[in-house]
């Protein structure tokens, strides 16, 4: 079955520190995989995106990620944490059947302490 | 700015009273998304459309309903709104496998049934 997991639904962090959300997908999930951001009561903000290029993908606000084949992971990574990184963020993968949906995971929320 | 544009951005409305939220986008883009958000939970899929092409999903209810009169606009009919549709509705845009299944979201439409 075709699933994205998020491990950790909640992630603490203090200002300043490495932030590290991780991302699984299962094998049958195509290399198309995104984060995406979501502020309080707004939509959701692309962060990021890796369609089969580097494996290392630089996205918005310092954010980047790896493409990990071997461990089929595509987990989230920013050097320092700013407060205005609270958020949720979602890992997403695309589906193999073409019908221009996506696999979302459930989300971790960064919580980023003063 | 190319952009999806969700209005309004908060509707209450009174059990069972029909209700319409509109998406409109700028971005030419053939495919479009609805999703409902529920608190803490990743946006879940109810249909989208391939240009004119509608497709629900399997477990969509049939009181949510949507139509597409042109490329740009896109509505979200809740026949009968009932406490548990209270949620985030958005709306998001793709062209076709462009940029792989990339989605383009909408600020969201907060939805208050009273």
């Known amino acids: 079955a075709q699933s994205v997991t998020q491990l950790g639904s909640h992630v603490s962090v203090s200002e300043g520190a490495l932030v590290l959300l991780r991302c699984n997908y299962s094998?049958?999930?195509?290399?198309?995989l995104f984060w995406y951001v979501q502020y309080p009561n707004q939509g959701l903000q692309l962060l990021l995106k890796y369609t089969s290029a580097a494996t290392l993908v630089k996205g918005i606000n310092g954010f980047e990620a790896e493409f990990k084949k071997s461990e089929t992971s595509f987990h989230l990574t920013k050097p320092s944490a700013h407060m205005s990184d609270a958020a949720e963020y979602f890992c997403a993968g695309a589906r193999m059947d073409s019908s221009y949906k996506l696999i979302f995971g459930s989300g971790t929320r960064l919580l980023v302490r003063p | 700015d190319a952009m999806v544009i969700q209005n309004p951005r908060y509707q209450v409305t009174q059990f069972g009273k029909p209700v319409t939220l509109s998406c409109s986008q700028t971005l030419n883009h053939n495919v479009m998304y609805w999703y409902q958000q529920k608190s803490s939970q990743a946006p879940k899929l109810l249909f989208h459309?391939?240009?004119?092409?509608?497709?629900n999903e399997a477990d969509t209810p049939d009181n949510f309903q949507s139509r597409r009169p042109n490329t740009s606009f896109c509505f979200l009919d809740i026949r009968s709104p009932g406490l548990g549709d209270a949620a985030m509705y958005l709306c998001?845009?793709?062209?076709?496998?462009?940029?792989?299944?990339?989605?383009?979201f909408g600020p969201g439409t907060r939805l208050t049934v009273t």
């Open positions: 998001a845009t793709s062209r076709d496998r462009d940029r792989g299944y990339e989605q383009y």
């Open positions: 459309y391939y240009d004119k092409d509608f497709n």
């Open positions: 094998s049958s999930v195509p290399p198309y």
